[in-house]
């Protein structure tokens, strides 16, 4: 059992049984422990009854409780991972279980590099979020965000930012590796009241590019998810 | 006779002038005898009077004809029966000679204004079937109902007197409702709904309101009836047009300005033209269900193509998928590591291949079906583009140098969707263009004629350019051009996917060879109005 303090639990749920087999054998062939659930239903009370450390959760499940309800409760009482599966051309879908709370998104079908990607970023965040308040330096390529001395740094030359492009910054490298849907960085930053102005934030954002990014063309650091929102990497591949 | 008996009544008050012009010219024809009393004989004379009769029954009718039966008969007595000069008759045999000529004259009268009523219904009759016959002349030329029904219907409005004649078609496909009315009205709105509001009344009744027996009675009753009947006869005549027992609207004939009732001639027409009127409408019907049909017919052949191209598309990966799938499972594990290992990339391979195949047949079909409306929202095209590229594989990416106006506006698109179609376009520029050779992006905001104010997305690659037939059907679902010569992979539907996009949002996209002296590429250039402008 001491053995199993150390693995990682991952809640895998899929009404598809050849879907959930393959998931489950490629995430145990690396290292983890896997719970599988087929219906909402049994995802709550297989989430609420052991220790998850993170979960890849369907959005189109059958029955009473669908994917969003599952991502919706569970955001009442834990903070653990989300990664949604979600069909392709479901923009909405995939903005609006971000919006309750989904960390990540898979579109199906999918790749297994890629699932095992986003869970392993997921699970290093999971533990940098600890530290929060340490306040530690979020470091990527070039760029440092000094959180103490709100100091941006590119190459070790400082970059000037507006408080709005700190923010956004700050925002997003505290939730670095997640997407972040326009809703959420607009009510971090602006407040709620301005959750909708998206013109507000492309402006913005692209003016943070022009001082962050090698090229801002073809943004490197702060990659745009058409249709869904941003996400800032915590490292460059 | 009817018609004879009728036209007789009309006739018998003549004006006054006609009487006066019968008076002169039994006055002239006695003075002319009088000259020569001498020489004709007292009983001559009468029959010299019958032909003056006869004028005056066939030039002005039965009335001035007996005026001119009865003054004969006086003059006769008075300047040619002796005693001269006094209505008193000397020889009693007279007395009978007179009721004799006063008979012949009153059916000389009668004889001569029957001929002249024949001769007229006779020209009127020439005159309609003249008008029918011109009217069936255009009708027959003219397929076009749009075009048809306002000539007959001036016809109708000229032939009647009439100062307003007007069709109101009903409308489709219910036919509950009538439409606007086609024709000429000097009416104000409240007249044409209260013509409207009656020629509903006819229509659903399937009775001519107006006409005939009612026609008269509402002159003799005016205003004094309520009933849909008599309300609808001061505004004049209202037929129903019906064909193979489809109603088809209704043929409205308002009152001739003279106030008069439409004779039967004009009644005749109206429904005739009424006739007319119902097999324009109905023959414009079918031909909108020939043409209908004929496009069903078309759409039914084109999904028969489409069927085999998909399921072409479909069963090709899936084939390629079982035989290395089952190639690996049970007996045939005599294949070496690999052999086994190529076999799980060439299933993965056509995995792909299937994804993309049935995600863009899905988008494709949801965009044509109206099931995925852009949502809009404020997007940076720049970025977008730069969002794309950067999904691509480096090597890819890299071949690819975007081209920036200083100033982009932001535009409201669906980023999401847009993205596809810029997808789509670099994932082609780059299928068709040597490994080595750079593919442009432009952006750019430009005043397009037909688009307006927009923002132009380019793509440019140096692939094999297009001759003018390609570029009908370059953006065709399943269309792979002779653009496509070494048989490079592909869905066919990309650019069928980008152009639907595209046009639901308001956009064109087109694609044109481009390179100088010589094309030595091809250039895909979406345009986006802006919704504002």
Redesign the interface.
């Known amino acids: 059992m001491a053995l199993s303090n150390d693995r990682k639990v991952i809640l895998v749920v899929d009404d598809e049984p050849s879907i959930l087999r393959a998931v489950r054998a490629v995430l145990i062939a690396q290292g983890y422990e896997v719970l599988t659930a087929v219906t909402g239903d049994e995802a709550l009370k297989c989430a609420s009854s052991s220790k998850t450390d993170l979960i890849v959760l369907d959005i189109m499940l059958p029955g009473d409780v669908s994917g969003l309800d599952v991502c919706r409760n569970v955001r009442q009482w834990s903070d653990v991972p989300i990664i949604i599966l979600s069909a392709?051309?479901r923009?909405?879908q995939k903005v609006e279980a971000l919006d309750l709370g989904a960390d990540d998104y898979i579109t199906k079908?999918f790749?297994m590099n890629e699932l095992t990607a986003r869970v392993r970023a997921l699970l290093r965040r999971g533990l940098v979020r600890h530290e929060e308040d340490s306040n530690e330096p979020f470091k990527c390529g070039d760029l440092e965000v000094d959180f103490d001395r709100r100091v941006v740094t590119r190459a070790g030359v400082e970059v000037k930012l507006t408080p709005h492009e700190y923010d956004i910054l700050v925002y997003l490298s505290r939730n670095a590796d997640r997407v972040i849907t326009?809703r959420q960085l607009l009510s971090a930053v602006w407040g709620a009241p301005y959750s909708e102005e998206?013109?507000l934030l492309?402006?913005h954002?692209?003016n943070l590019?022009r001082k962050i990014e090698a090229n801002?063309?073809?943004?490197?650091l702060i990659?745009?998810?058409?249709?869904?929102g941003y996400r800032l990497r915590s490292s460059l591949v | 006779m009817d018609a004879l008996s009728r036209a007789f009544r009309r006739d018998f008050r003549p004006a006054v002038a006609d009487h006066i012009v019968a008076l002169v010219a039994v006055g002239f024809a006695t003075g002319l005898i009088l000259v020569g009393r001498s020489v004709f004989d007292k009983g001559q004379v009468s029959l010299l009077y019958l032909p003056v009769v006869m004028f005056c029954g066939i030039r002005l009718g039965f009335g001035s004809a007996i005026t001119a039966a009865v003054a004969s008969f006086f003059c006769w007595d008075f300047f040619f029966l002796p005693p001269y000069y006094t209505l008193v008759v000397e020889n009693p045999k007279d007395w009978l000679s007179l009721a004799v000529f006063l008979l012949a004259a009153i059916i000389t009268a009668r004889l001569a204004s029957q001929i002249r009523i024949e001769a007229q219904i006779a020209r009127d009759r020439e005159r309609e079937t003249r008008l029918l016959y011109e009217a069936s002349e255009q009708l027959a030329q003219e397929v076009n109902a749009t075009r048809l029904l306002p000539v007959l219907i001036e016809q109708v409005r000229s032939i009647c007197n009439s100062d307003t004649s007007l069709v109101l078609p009903v409308v489709l496909p219910t036919k509950d409702e009538l439409g606007q009315p086609i024709g000429q009205s000097v009416y104000s709105e409240d007249m044409l709904a209260a013509i409207r509001s009656v020629a509903k009344v006819a229509l659903e009744r399937n009775q001519l309101i107006g006409f005939g027996d009612s026609q008269r009675l509402w002159q003799k009753a005016v205003g004094q009836d309520e009933d849909g009947d008599s309300a609808g006869s001061q505004l004049g005549v209202f037929v129903p047009l019906i064909a193979h027992e489809d109603r088809l609207g209704v043929l409205y004939v308002g009152r001739r300005d003279d106030g008069l009732p439409f004779t039967r001639l004009q009644e005749q027409f109206i429904l005739t033209a009424a006739n007319h009127a119902a097999i324009v409408i109905a023959r414009q019907e079918l031909v909108g269900q020939a043409a209908e049909a004929r496009v069903l017919r078309e759409a039914d052949a084109m999904k028969d193509t489409l069927l085999s191209l998909v399921s072409h598309e479909l069963r090709t990966p899936l084939a390629a998928i079982k035989a290395n799938a089952s190639g690996l499972i049970g007996e045939h594990s005599y294949l070496s590591t690999a052999e086994k290992i190529e076999a799980i990339e060439a299933i993965d391979r056509e995995v792909d291949r299937l994804a993309l195949f049935v995600g863009n047949m899905l988008d494709l079909s949801r965009i044509e079906g109206g099931m995925w409306r852009p949502v809009r929202d404020w997007t940076d095209v720049d970025e977008l583009v730069g969002a794309v590229v950067g999904q691509l594989p480096g090597a890819a990416a890299g071949r690819i140098a975007v081209h920036i106006d200083k100033e982009m506006p932001l535009i409201q698109i669906d980023d999401a969707q847009m993205a596809i179609v810029i997808r789509n376009l670099l994932d082609n520029a780059l299928k068709y263009s040597a490994p080595d050779t750079q593919i442009d992006v432009s952006l750019g905001v430009l005043q397009d004629e037909d688009v307006g104010r927009c923002v132009l997305i380019s793509v440019r690659d140096k692939g094999p350019t297009f001759s003018e037939a390609e570029a009908e059907h370059l953006f065709e679902r399943f269309y792979r051009g002779a653009r496509n010569p070494d048989g490079i992979p592909g869905t066919g539907l990309g650019l069928a996917l980008c152009r639907a996009i595209v046009e639901a949002h308001g956009g064109t996209v087109g694609a044109v060879n481009v390179g100088s002296p010589e094309p030595d590429g091809v250039s895909f250039n979406i345009m986006l109005p802006f919704l504002d402008d």
């Not at chain 1, 990659?223 to 869904?228: A, K, S």
């Open positions: 392709i051309g923009e909405r079908p790749g326009h998206t013109q492309r402006v954002v692209g590019r801002a063309s073809i943004p490197q990659t745009t998810e058409p249709g869904v």
